[in-house]
């Protein structure tokens, strides 16, 4: 995705407004209510939303998190060089994430740009690092997160380890 500043502010309010009519109850961050695009003194932006699923009567919470972080690349275009998308399902005992980060590492390491987690139960990592597609946007991920949420728990036999693959 690339944008500029103000499209990239709102691309994250547009982030926030699907997760809502998902049902998420975002919290906000530190002191202030408001969905805030954070600027580094590199000039790189980034964003975090974190919230909660709705819970069902007999299940503690799920959260959500949403994060990308975009690079200067000319002019005042903007380009998403990181994400990360993750689910803990607290009442099924799991966590999934889809990221793209360090993407230098991982294409010489293992010839990929993005990798995925699965954690059965969470924290039982018994891989570090999955094969994984990459997700075009925010919104693509929401819709990840909100497949595995609503689909069947996963099934890491099914996922192609990073560390196995010759």
Same mark, same amino acid.
């Given at each position: 995705?690339? &944008?500029?500043?103000?499209? $990239?502010?709102?691309? !994250?309010?547009? !982030?926030? %407004? ?16 408001? $969905? ?11 964003? @975090? ?9 007999? =299940?503690? &919470? =799920? ?7 975009? @690079? ?18 607290? &009442? ?20 990929? %740009?993005?990798? @995925? ?7 039982? %990592? ?6 994984? =597609? ?7 991920? $929401? ?7 609503? &689909? ?15």
């Amino acid at each position: 995705m690339r &944008g500029t500043a103000g499209a $990239i502010e709102g691309h !994250v309010e547009a !982030v926030a %407004v699907l997760l809502e009519r998902y049902g998420v109850d975002l919290r906000p961050h530190s002191h202030s209510d408001d $969905i805030e695009l954070y600027e580094d003194t590199a000039g790189r932006l980034s964003f @975090e939303l974190v919230g909660e699923l709705p819970e069902a009567p007999s =299940s503690p &919470g =799920s959260q959500v998190v949403v994060r990308e972080a975009f @690079e200067p690349v000319g002019g005042d275009l903007y380009e998403r060089t990181r994400y990360g998308y993750e689910l803990l399902d607290r &009442g099924r005992d799991y966590r999934r994430a889809f990221h793209m980060h360090s993407p230098e590492w991982f294409r010489e390491r293992y010839l990929v %740009v993005v990798h @995925e987690h699965c954690e059965r139960p969470n924290r039982d %990592v018994r891989c570090a690092h999955y094969e994984g =597609s990459p997700l075009r946007d925010a919104f693509a991920g $929401i819709v990840a997160l909100i497949d595995a949420w609503t &689909g069947d728990p996963p099934d890491r036999t099914t996922l192609r380890c990073l560390e196995r693959w010759p």
